[in-house]
């Protein structure tokens, strides 16, 4: 093997949970690959400038090896993968990494690498989302009406949002810090990691934990690299990326309870939804789980929700 230099491309902090698994990830490949192989974390490309979806672009094109990336920004190219962002659904964290680590994510893969330059290589917890915001608390959808809150680039979350009662608008991570500041959003939603590492919480009084989602991120490569590195960096990487998975599903795990315990209690106010008024949001989201359950088929419903 000659000298092989492999690149992955982030957008959050050194301490998320996504980069200290990154960084598991190629520590890994560098304990089987050795010197052969020269490994580099461009964690946080927003610091250079760069919009987060421009990532997306660096990896099919080859810029970069790799990337993690929230799968909500695929479904508009690969729409199958939205099966993994409905509302109130995927509440079995262990559950939800079962499917992923068997016939569904097998026909994921399949999906992306039928459809792109990409090659899913796995998925990595992206944490349950939470609803924070800077005018009042939120425990009922009445409370949502007429709030502007940023999203990602999802259809299917604009539309959950749209019937809780919000005003959604997608506005990209590199610009979301500074969208919540200015105050050009009443609210937002994050896992707790996030909220924290963006500093969101300093903006954002009243942080509602209604878990609406459970996020993942794809971990993708670029597939004509990919092909072309032969089976032993293959195997590598295979190895690393199982290794580097545990972990970071460990870490994602737990950062719910590390964030909780970090937040000062005066300067951030938690609300714990009640069964009822749990249910008062799936109610008003119901007619979204429809349309788009009838949209991607009963058949990988059942696999999503195996």
Request: aromatic share 8%; with cysteine; charged share 20%.
């Amino acid at each position: 093997m000659n000298d092989l230099h492999l690149s992955l491309a982030g957008y959050q902090p050194p301490q998320s949970v996504h980069n200290r698994a990154a960084e598991i990830f190629g520590a890994e490949l560098k304990a089987r690959l050795g010197n052969d192989l020269s490994f580099e974390l461009d964690g946080n490309v927003t610091e250079r400038g760069h919009k987060a979806a421009e990532i997306l672009t660096m990896v099919e094109e080859g810029s970069r090896s790799f990337c993690y990336f929230a799968t909500s920004y695929l479904a508009g190219r690969f729409p199958d993968i939205a099966a993994l962002d409905l509302p109130f659904t995927m509440t079995d964290r262990e559950r939800t990494y079962f499917a992923l680590d068997g016939e569904l994510g097998d026909y994921l893969k399949e999906r992306v690498a039928a459809n792109s330059d990409y090659r899913l290589l796995g998925f990595w917890d992206n944490g349950y989302r939470h609803i924070t915001n800077g005018v009042h608390p939120i425990r009922t959808p009445a409370d949502c009406q007429d709030l502007k809150i940023r999203t990602g680039d999802s259809a299917l979350h604009q539309a959950t949002f749209r019937a809780m009662g919000f005003d959604p608008t997608f506005i990209d991570v590199k610009d979301l810090p500074a969208a919540v500041k200015t105050g050009t959003v009443d609210a937002q939603d994050n896992p707790l990691s996030n909220i924290y590492n963006f500093g969101i919480h300093e903006h954002h009084r009243h942080i509602t934990l209604s878990g609406h989602f459970l996020g993942f991120v794809a971990v993708l490569a670029h597939a004509p690299s990919y092909d072309s590195w032969g089976t032993q960096v293959q195997a590598a990487i295979s190895e690393a990326l199982v290794i580097a998975t545990t972990a970071q599903h460990g870490f994602a795990r737990a950062s719910d309870d590390e964030v909780l315990a970090k937040l000062d209690p005066v300067k951030n106010a938690i609300v714990e939804l009640t069964e009822n008024e749990r249910n008062a949001f799936e109610t008003v989201v119901a007619p979204v789980v429809e349309a788009e359950s009838a949209r991607l088929g009963q058949e990988l419903i059942d696999l999503a929700l195996a």
